[in-house]
């Protein structure tokens, strides 16, 4: 579905509260029920637009399941066998699986089939899977399988058993600074390391890292960005260079050319995936920016709102650095994810991710650092 007719943010808001009529709420449903875009935005749709940190955020509300099929599950995928959906995007189907044999819980994307629907697709598919599986590193979540399976494409990574930063944020709102810089800083040297070996991510974002609850942040779905023909409507397609990532947190070259684009975009969307964190919002996310284009041109052309005009607290250090990240060209941000991590090294001190996922989960941290469940909903990890 065209982005144009894509609902409101007011009206996404307005379907979340139950404040839309019985028509508005139906029609709302039926197209966010067909539209990933609006899937994502409603999963990570602010309880309240603009909440500043020192006011108590509301309580977390269930959302409704519009990405969840009420269909029975697959059953069986060789020896895995799907235990439950945990998400839906543009290019699959995310399931927690467990190998039957292993006795391992692992997470298992099987991909649309109208992603790979030629022969060329297929092959860039294996190509990148096979890239993917050579990384190793504590901040990337580690691909273990992949294969095809009774014409299902599908890709086994690690289960983080912990949540996704645009969940923390959702629940908890504005993050505490040395929390929010450490999250970043950890994100960045996975960066690196996917930098060191050739590849661009392109998809940095707060829903593609997920923090577990010991406390290690690991950047979800590398490489899935390069593979499959053109994406679908709302996932950010340009006729000039078919620009694959997600608006609010895309680099103003890669909008234009996703290709072409190197690591440095990864930077520019970590810096968006930063502001998110310390500020409660993404850049461009107002009322101002409701469709996917405006978005984009945004980051092309207007200054980024300064993250100290939302959340004075911010020191003008951390604010110099998310400035800089987040600079239009890229030649005046940091040249490698590697500087991030150092420049932000300075400002994490006395974070504690381990109880800023609990914090988040509504589960408080025992003696021994770990987490027991008291109240509230089943942690979730989604693509």
Same mark, same amino acid.
């Given at each position: 579905?065209?982005?144009?007719?894509?609902?409101?943010?007011?009206?996404?808001?307005?379907?979340?509260?139950?404040?839309?009529?019985?028509?508005?709420?139906?029609?709302?449903?039926?197209?966010?029920?067909?539209?990933?875009?609006?899937?994502?935005?409603?999963?990570?749709?602010?309880?309240?637009?603009?909440?500043?940190?020192?006011?108590? *955020?509301?309580?977390?509300?269930?959302?409704? #399941?519009?990405?969840?099929?009420?269909?029975?599950?697959?059953?069986?995928?060789?020896?895995?066998?799907?235990?439950?959906?945990?998400?839906?995007?543009?290019?699959?189907?995310?399931?927690?699986?467990?190998?039957?044999?292993?006795?391992?819980?692992?997470?298992?994307?099987?991909?649309?089939?109208?992603?790979?629907? #030629?022969?060329?697709?297929?092959?860039?598919?294996?190509?990148?899977?096979?890239?993917? &599986?050579? %990384?190793?590193?504590?901040?990337?979540?580690?691909?273990?399988?992949?294969?095809?399976?009774?014409?299902?494409?599908? %890709?086994?990574?690690?289960?983080?058993?912990?949540?996704?930063?645009?969940?923390?944020?959702?629940? +908890?709102?504005?993050? *505490?600074?040395?929390?929010?810089?450490?999250?970043?800083?950890?994100? !960045?040297?996975? +960066?690196?390391?996917?930098?060191?070996?050739?590849?661009?991510?392109?998809?940095?974002? @707060?829903?593609?890292?997920?923090?577990?609850?010991?406390?290690?942040?690991?950047?979800?779905?590398?490489?899935?960005?390069?593979?499959?023909?053109?994406? @679908?409507?709302?996932?950010?397609?340009?006729?000039?260079?078919?620009?694959?990532?997600?608006?609010?947190?895309?680099?103003?070259?890669?909008?234009?050319?996703?290709?072409?684009?190197?690591?440095?975009?990864?930077?520019?969307?970590?810096?968006?995936?930063?502001?998110?964190? +310390? !500020?409660?919002?993404?850049?461009?996310?107002?009322?101002?920016?409701?469709?996917?284009?405006?978005?984009?041109?945004?980051?092309?052309?207007?200054?980024?709102?300064?993250?100290?005009?939302?959340?004075?607290?911010? @020191?003008?250090?951390? !604010?110099?650095?998310?400035?800089?990240?987040?600079?239009?060209?890229?030649?005046?941000?940091?040249?490698?994810?590697?500087?991030? !991590?150092?420049?932000?090294?300075?400002?994490?001190?006395?974070? #504690?991710?381990?109880?800023?996922?609990?914090? &988040?989960?509504?589960? *408080?941290?025992?003696?021994?650092?770990?987490?027991?469940?008291?109240?509230?909903?089943? @942690?979730?990890?989604?693509?």
């Amino acid at each position: 579905m065209p982005e144009a007719r894509c609902p409101s943010r007011e009206q996404l808001k307005g379907y979340l509260s139950g404040s839309l009529s019985g028509n508005d709420a139906r029609a709302v449903a039926t197209h966010v029920e067909a539209c990933p875009h609006c899937q994502e935005a409603v999963q990570t749709l602010d309880d309240a637009v603009g909440t500043r940190p020192g006011s108590p *955020p509301s309580p977390p509300k269930k959302l409704p #399941d519009l990405s969840i099929s009420k269909s029975a599950l697959p059953g069986r995928l060789g020896e895995y066998q799907l235990l439950e959906k945990l998400g839906e995007g543009g290019m699959g189907v995310v399931y927690r699986a467990v190998h039957v044999e292993l006795d391992r819980v692992v997470a298992l994307k099987v991909m649309r089939a109208e992603r790979l629907t #030629d022969e060329q697709a297929v092959g860039r598919f294996k190509r990148e899977i096979k890239a993917v &599986g050579r %990384l190793d590193h504590p901040n990337l979540v580690r691909a273990h399988d992949a294969r095809q399976i009774a014409g299902k494409h599908f %890709l086994v990574t690690e289960f983080v058993d912990g949540l996704d930063l645009a969940e923390v944020v959702r629940r +908890l709102g504005p993050l *505490p600074i040395a929390d929010a810089c450490q999250l970043a800083r950890q994100a !960045a040297l996975g +960066l690196q390391y996917v930098h060191e070996h050739g590849m661009v991510h392109r998809d940095v974002k @707060p829903s593609n890292v997920v923090c577990s609850r010991a406390g290690v942040a690991k950047i979800l779905d590398l490489g899935l960005a390069r593979m499959g023909p053109i994406p @679908p409507a709302g996932e950010g397609v340009t006729s000039a260079g078919l620009a694959i990532g997600t608006p609010e947190y895309m680099a103003p070259e890669q909008a234009s050319d996703s290709h072409g684009a190197d690591i440095r975009a990864d930077v520019y969307s970590l810096g968006c995936t930063l502001y998110t964190l +310390l !500020a409660g919002r993404a850049p461009f996310s107002g009322a101002g920016y409701p469709a996917a284009f405006d978005k984009m041109m945004a980051h092309a052309r207007d200054p980024v709102p300064p993250v100290r005009e939302l959340r004075s607290d911010v @020191p003008k250090a951390v !604010a110099g650095v998310v400035d800089r990240m987040l600079a239009k060209s890229p030649d005046d941000r940091f040249q490698t994810p590697a500087e991030v !991590a150092e420049a932000l090294s300075r400002f994490n001190s006395g974070s #504690d991710l381990a109880a800023l996922v609990a914090r &988040g989960e509504g589960w *408080p941290p025992t003696a021994s650092g770990t987490s027991k469940p008291t109240v509230g909903p089943a @942690p979730r990890q989604r693509k």
